[in-house]
C-alpha cells in the first residue's frame, strides 16, 4: 500500500534555528514528490516537486531533497514568518490521487 | 482566473440540508481534486476527475456525496442530508495531467454543520 509518514509532527525553532523536516515514503513507481506549505485557514501552496532520487531544489531558505525512500525539507535559518505545516506527497505509477502525509507543523518564535 | 477558485467560502448549514460546493479549476488544467481536512487533521483524499476519463470515487465516505465536472472545467461537490461530522474545509486542487504533475489547491470552502 502506498504511503506517506512525515516526522516530526511539531516542530519549534528559534529565529536562526537550522533544522530539517522528513517525509518517508513507500510507492509503487515514484510519480513525483511534492511538498506544499499550509498556513492556517489557507489551501496549500505549492513548494517544490522532485521526480528522481539526488534531485534538489531550493528557493529562499528552504531546499528539498530526494532519496529512493525519503525526502528532507531544510530550513537554513529560519523567520517567524516561516511557521506553517509543511505537507508532502507522492504520485504513483497507477496516476492515482497523490498521497498525502498528516504534515509538519513548524513554529518559529523569535 | 490564475488560481483555483472555490465557492462559497464559508457555508454554514443546517443538519439534514444539502449543499452544494463549486470548484473553477486553473484554464487548461485537466485533473482536478477534491480533498476533505477536518480540523487539525490531514488532507484526505474524495475524488479525482481526469479528462473524460470515468472519475476515480474511491475516497468518497458515504453515498452522501457526489461530484460532477462539465468537461475539463467546473466541478460541483454535493452532500446530502449533511451531517455534524461533515463540518470541514473541502479542498479543490488542479493539475495538468495524471503523470505526477503538481497540482495547485483553491483556499477551499470552510463547511460548519450545525
Known amino acids: 500500500e502506498d504511503q506517506v509518514t512525515q516526522s516530526p509532527e511539531a516542530l519549534r525553532l528559534q529565529e536562526g534555528e537550522s533544522s530539517s523536516l522528513n517525509c518517508s515514503y513507500t510507492?509503487?513507481?515514484?510519480?513525483?514528490l511534492f511538498w506544499y506549505r499550509q498556513d492556517p485557514g489557507k489551501g496549500p501552496e505549492f513548494l517544490f516537486t522532485?521526480?528522481?532520487a539526488g534531485e534538489e531544489k531550493e528557493k529562499e531558505r528552504l531546499k528539498a531533497t530526494l532519496t529512493k525512500k525519503e525526502s528532507f525539507l531544510h530550513i537554513t535559518a529560519p523567520k517567524p514568518e516561516d511557521s506553517a505545516t509543511y505537507l508532502c506527497a507522492v504520485g504513483n505509477q497507477a496516476g492515482t490521487a497523490l498521497i498525502f502525509g498528516k504534515g509538519t507543523t513548524l513554529s518559529v518564535s523569535s | 482566473g490564475a488560481g483555483v477558485s472555490q465557492s462559497p467560502s464559508n457555508k454554514v448549514t443546517e443538519k439534514g440540508k444539502d449543499v452544494e460546493l463549486r470548484c473553477d479549476p486553473i484554464?487548461?488544467?485537466?485533473?482536478l481534486y477534491w480533498y476533505r481536512q477536518r480540523l487539525g487533521q490531514g488532507l484526505e483524499f474524495l475524488i479525482y476527475?481526469?479528462?473524460?476519463?470515468?472519475?476515480?470515487k474511491s475516497g468518497l465516505p458515504s453515498d452522501r456525496f457526489s461530484a460532477e465536472r462539465t468537461g475539463e472545467s467546473v466541478s460541483t461537490l454535493t452532500i446530502q442530508r449533511t451531517q455534524q461530522e461533515d463540518s470541514a474545509v473541502y479542498l479543490c486542487?488542479?493539475?495538468?495531467?495524471?503523470?505526477?504533475?503538481?497540482?495547485?489547491f483553491g483556499e477551499g470552502s470552510w463547511l460548519t454543520v450545525v
Open positions: 484554464s487548461g488544467h485537466t485533473a
Open positions: 522532485l521526480y528522481s
Open positions: 510507492v509503487s513507481g515514484l510519480r513525483g
Open positions: 486542487a488542479s493539475g495538468k495531467d495524471r503523470d505526477g504533475n503538481t497540482i495547485y
Open positions: 476527475f481526469q479528462g473524460n476519463s470515468a472519475p476515480d
